[in-house]
Every structure is written in C-alpha cells, then in structure tokens.
C-alpha cells in the first residue's frame, strides 16, 4: 500500500472539506478550491482528518492513490496558508514593474513583455528584480511561474534570464576556453 496514499489529512480549524462522491470541495480562510478525483478513490472523513481509500487494487487505482492524497493535501495547505514562488530576473538592463495588476518586463527585447496574472493568482515585484507569484492553488502558482520564465530563460553562456530564486545554471565554457595555443 502506498505510504504516501494512506497517511491521513490534518484539516485545521477554520478549513471546511465537503465530499460528494468523487468531488472534493475545501473552504478555508484565504479562498475555495474543488477537484473532481477518479471514481476508484473514495474520502473518508472523521475526527478532523481525511484519508484516501483505494476501493480496488488494480494498476490505475494503486497509482492514484499518493497522487490523489498529495493534491488533496495541497488543496487543504492552499487555503490555509496559500503558496509562494519566487523568481529572479538576471542581466543588465533586464528588470520588471507592476503597472496596476499587470506584470511588465524589459527582457532585451525591442518591446516590453506584459503579463495579466490569471484569476485566484497574485504578482508582486521587489527590489533586485525578485518577482514573487503567490495564490492558493499550487498548479495555478507553478503554471504561471513556468509562463514567465519562459519569456526568456536562463541562458547556459553568462546566465542571463529568467530563473527561479535558488535554480542553478549549469555554465558552459565559451570559445576561448576550449582554444589551445
């Protein structure tokens, strides 16, 4: 049986679960999120937790289960305490600004790339060309994250770009590093 699957899911005070068959709605404090999961898992829910059951034993059932009860889990944690990334604009003349909602960045180039963060998502520049994407959905926060950096990622040469805050470019020599004289 899956560890991950059959570890149960603390629900904090404040956080409502509501399970109708296979829907699965969570109110908490900072918002509503509700998935639809596969009919072979069922929830069980009592004395503030919920726990995934697997309701057969084939393939695709065994599969799902850690899935199911790690997006479950997600969901309970995203309307609690919401979740947050980081990103790191890297090179000169590179930078970025909010303009209302609306994210805008200078790249290289010859126009600036504005971004509109999607519903249930929020954008905020600090100093040093950090950009924090924060919501309660965490594929929501990781799918935009992704559609940022892919404006202009990190390059192997000098390490311009967009990257994540901690990511670790692998650097390549240049031409005059492999010249021998």
Known sequence: MSRIGKTPIPVP?????TIADHKVSVKGP??????????ELSFKQEDGKVTVVRKSEDRITRSMHGLTRT???NMVKGVTDGFERNIEIVGVGYRAAMEGKK????????????????EGTAIAVG????ITVSGIDKQAVGDLCAFIRE???PEVYKGKGVKYQGEVIRRKAGKAAGKKK
């Open 127 to 130: 100093k040093g060309n950090l």
């Open 151 to 153: 404006k202009r990622p």
């Open 13 to 17: 005070s404040g956080v409502t679960v």
């Open 103 to 118: 994210l805008v960045m200078q790249l290289g180039y010859s126009h600036p790339v504005n971004i509109d963060p999607p």
């Open 30 to 39: 900072k918002g509503q999120l509700q998935r639809d999961f596969r009919p």
């Open 71 to 73: 997006l479950l889990a």
